[in-house]
């Protein structure tokens, strides 16, 4: 699973005050953190760029790869910014993001195969986000075709099924696991990404990487390619390098069977069990899942 | 092709809350299967049908609203036994407008007399309302329990900031409680969890607040469906408490209420059902015609 | 769709040679399943297997249309128990029912009363859909002018309600082109219509005594090729009503029951006298899954909460209510009255604009459309940040109707502030409140600021 580093981000002050005054310190912190901590893509969330796209996007991506040879993910709304800084990357980008409806076809996704970046493409279309499994693989199959019509070959393409948060919409959180194991048969080649984080927003804090950690091996185990993430959650890294097999091995467990027995379980184990039932849907989410 | 009724029968059943004493108590829930599928299960209690008396006289009641009530609407205990004696009510709210700090702020203490002259003054079970400010409610449903001790009031709403005082006094004062949290499943399910850690979950009543018909009614009605399909069917017993509604104010608040007498009932009734077709196990209501005109319709014998 | 795409792929070659143009036969069915593709693009399904998916691939519940053009009702392919799993997806028709008994002027008067009536709610027009026809004089010829009337002088689509087939059909001849449902067929008489129905090509309601009964002659119709069927299992009260339109619903969507796979019809207007029973009953049945139902007044304060009724219940859950983007005047506001501003997702809109009528103060409600997003995800994205609602407020002219330059924004919206503040050096943005609640108490302390001194 490639892990693309989520913590350059203008919604904290720091990097908004950095990007502002254009004080390269703050970033170069975070880019060599994230580098070391073993991310493979580095994201630029980097807002709508209503003022100067072009001009800040140059400014960002250069400072950035001024400190890191990782590939990077440029994240805007704003087509301008995207294709400024696309422009400029060194290594093979990924564009985050496109979809289905139409702007985006026709501002957005071009930017593509025209810049030679690789595109994060999305289920949402013009309808909204779609509510199941099935109207996800139906959008998505629309998205595809005119991808790969523009000149955007599957192994260029990383599909995004939306990830919403467990509290806002558990429904979606299954629908999301039903989806990502029909993408082989879906688009074959294709990669897949998903921003992890959102999985856990609105949870309690301290729990929020249990939340994470669990689903990235859920998902991990149906095929996702890469997530976005937090560099800074140590376990999660510790996962991903297979330092914690039993772990691992205990959720595949919890997603198989029903009826596991709690009683010889340590805390932390006992943990990682009701995290995967209840990201399972097998029972009602609340902020207390660990309790009852 | 053969036609079997497809009946469906479901194991985990609503818990009953019992608001009031004696005689005159009420029963909410205790239902298996989903509202009047009479046909395939038990619905033990019929729903209950409150009407509401404020403890300050109304502002900006339209007429249609005030004709019930004409002389009483200043006498919190006459409003009360005028619903009793004349409307036939079984169970009343008394919501304690005074004590919202945005307007008159009486004291806790204050509230608490004039609930205790009205549960005094009725023999059918008594809802006690706070404003929904939390800090406030917390004192004066503290005080009410205390001054009203023994008496099976249902006490609301206990919300995340303050259930754990509002259910405490609740427990020393034998009463039952509405919790509330807004229009979200999995927070009604967190506020239960932390409730039923050392209140009776059968002395709980939920309540996900409601919208009127035009003003977001669907939302109401979905979630208190969804919320009875997760205790009945997926048993989550976290999930499995009777449900209110407490909407009466909020159609009557509206401008297509006010625009004439039938259309003002026919907005409140017609909210009413809706919300018992979803599952709501008691309505908070306000004018005794609409209390009559669904009464009528829930007791139709076959 | 009947079927889902994991369930059809089972029946597909799976060879994934592409000759349907999809990568893989997984693509495929996922778009068999949501309509995006025809069987026919297959040349490798045996013709058994082609059948077999036809008949399992159609919608549980028969798509059924009464009456032509744009006043046609369009009912059934529903596709849940309960509308927070998916939707619900055609609102059930409202039907007006008018007696040939009446005699001609009551009519006339009757009908340019119904049609006089418009309702609107959000800028969506709510419409009554049919007139239901009844035969109750006994005398033929009042029946036809009745339906001649009727067909004449509107648009709507029709039912046409008499228990003697020859009357029945003669008057359905007069207006077959609008393709007006006639009812019932009953057990009695089916033998008599069939060949009727076939000739005339209109759709049918069958009314039975129990779901039983119409079971059976929904079966016959079928058999006879007549699919356009509205189902009436002959409920007389409104607890019998949910126990079967309940009970109908869950064969056809649960069971793949075909022989109840139509839309239903209910009529509260024979079920009850009182007016105010007889629309509670309709919103009944409006709830819980009624595909037509009938009710015999005009009087709009009935109408109207019934119209929105059903305007909320088949609103689809998983798309937000909009409202119109404008500048909303409310209590009269002059030059000197308070500006807020917010998104155009409906709930937000009522909370604030409700609290603003109920404080009696006047304001004007800048209301900018976000797609029905609320304020926080709507900055996020653009829609609501500080450049976004400048151009909004340009273009609809506020600096135009008041002398004062205040802007009061959502509490929540934390950035905004600073980003307005770039955008309008001429205003002072003020944050309101976070709660809707507390909204009144707010504005008339805002509104003493207004007014110049002296």
Redesign the interface.
Known sequence: MILIGENLNVMHKEISQAIKEHDPEPIRKLVVRQTQNGMEYLDLNVGPLTKKPVETMEWIVETVQEFTDLPLCLDTTNPVAMEAGLKICKKKALLNSASGTKESREKMLPLAPKCSAGVVLSVINDAGLPSDADERAASILESLEFTNEIGVPNEDIWIDPVLLPIGVDQRQVSAYLEFIQMIPDLAPGAKSVCGLSNLSYGAPKELKGLLNRTFLVMIGRYGQTSAIVSAFDGELISIKKGEMPEIVNLIYRAMNENDIDLSSLSRKEVEYVKTTQVLMGKSLYSHSWLEV | ?K?E????HYTANIREAVVGQGEKAIRIGGENTFP????EGSLPDPPGLALEVLDIEPE?WVQTLLDPFQEVVSEPVKWAKRCVDVFGAEILCLRLLSTDP?GKDASAKQAAVIAKKVADAIDVPLIVWGT?VEEKDSQVLTEVAQVCSGKNLLLGPALKGNYEEIAKAAMEHGHAIVAQASMD???T??LN??LCKFFPPEKIVLDTTS?A???????T???I??IK??GLI?R?N??QMPILADFGGECW????AK??K??G???E??TG??FL?AGANLLILRHPDTLK??K??IS?K? | MALKGAEIIKRLPKTNCKECGCATCFAFAMKLATGGAKLEDCPYLAPEVKAELEAAMAPPIKLVTIGVGENALVIGEEEVMFRHEKTFFHEPGIAILISDTANETDIEKKIKAIQELHFERIGKALKINLLALSFESGDKGKFETLVKKAYQATDFALILICNNMDILFSAATLCADRKPLVYPITKENITLAIPKLKELRTPAGVKGESIEEIVSLASQLKEAGLEEIVLDPGSKNVRDGIRDQTLIRRAALKKGFRPLGYPTITFPCFMYQDKFTEALAASVFITKYAGIVVISQEDKHFLFPLLVQRFNIYSDPRRPMVVEEKIYEINEPNEYSPILISTNYALDFFIVSGAIEEANIPAYLCIKDTGGIGVMAAWTSGKFNGEAIADFLKKYGIEKKVKHRKLIIPGVAKKLKDELEEELPDWEIIFGPVEGSDIPKFLSEERNKYYKSG
Do not use: C
Not at chain 2, 36 to 39: M, S
Not at chain 2, 213 to 219: A, I
């Open positions: 092709m036609y009724a497809p009946l469906e009047f599928h009479f046909f900006n945005m929904g499943v999995n927070l399910k967190e969890i932390a919208s018909l035009g003003y977001g009614l669907e939302y009605f979905s979630i469906e969804n399909q997760i997926h989550d976290m999930m608040r509206t401008k297509e625009e004439s039938e259309q009932i026919l907005w009734a017609i059902i809706t077709l005109l669904i009528e319709m139709e076959q």
